[in-house]
């Protein structure tokens, strides 16, 4: 994890996903913004909140 | 099992998860509960109150970075969130218990609250991750 903004994009992601999935518009630019793939950002958000 | 057909497990298994729960993998509850109709309400709400409880803790660091004025709010919803999801999984285990199921999974985070805290967050991950897929159909 390399700074705040990226943290705060995926933990941004995780939520969304979590409350319902459905705002697919924002998710995409997130995942653009970040350059990683739905899989890569859970793995990442995994890794920074559960660990 | 073959080298080949190992790797390309271990590497279905790591997209599934990061991390291996130690406690008791979701989909594992889920069997566990089967077919029973008070036990699979139980597992639902347990379920539903980890993935409230992986929101808090979202909303709780997105505040903590940000240094949020409204940081003790957010703190304190995460921390009712968090009761309500130990709550929810004590109920679950002790009723498949009475159902003659196996609930030894639960002595290893009794107690200890941020073992509650990881067992929450590792049933909620594995649940998003499924709604995302199903958001791709």
Known sequence: MKNNEEKKLIIEYTKLVAENGKHRKKLEEIRQQLALSHDEIMKEAEKFIVG | ?137
């Open chain 2, 1 to 137: 099992m073959s080298p080949e057909l190992e790797k390309t497990v271990q590497k279905e298994l790591n997209t599934i998860s990061h991390f291996s729960n130690p406690y008791i993998s979701s989909a594992d509850l889920k069997i566990a509960c089967g077919q029973n109709e008070t036990l699979m309400e139980l597992y639902t709400n347990m379920v539903s109150n980890c993935v409230r409880y992986l929101i808090s803790v979202c909303e709780f660091m997105l505040t903590n970075i940000d240094r949020d004025k409204q940081f003790q709010e957010i703190d304190m919803k995460r921390k009712v969130v968090h009761n309500s999801t130990i709550d929810s999984i004590n109920i679950l285990a002790r009723n498949l218990k009475n159902a003659g199921k196996d609930n030894s999974w639960i002595s290893k985070m009794l107690g200890n609250r941020s073992a509650y805290a990881k067992f929450a967050q590792l049933i909620a991950f594995e649940t998003i991750k499924e709604k995302e897929i199903g958001n791709e159909e």
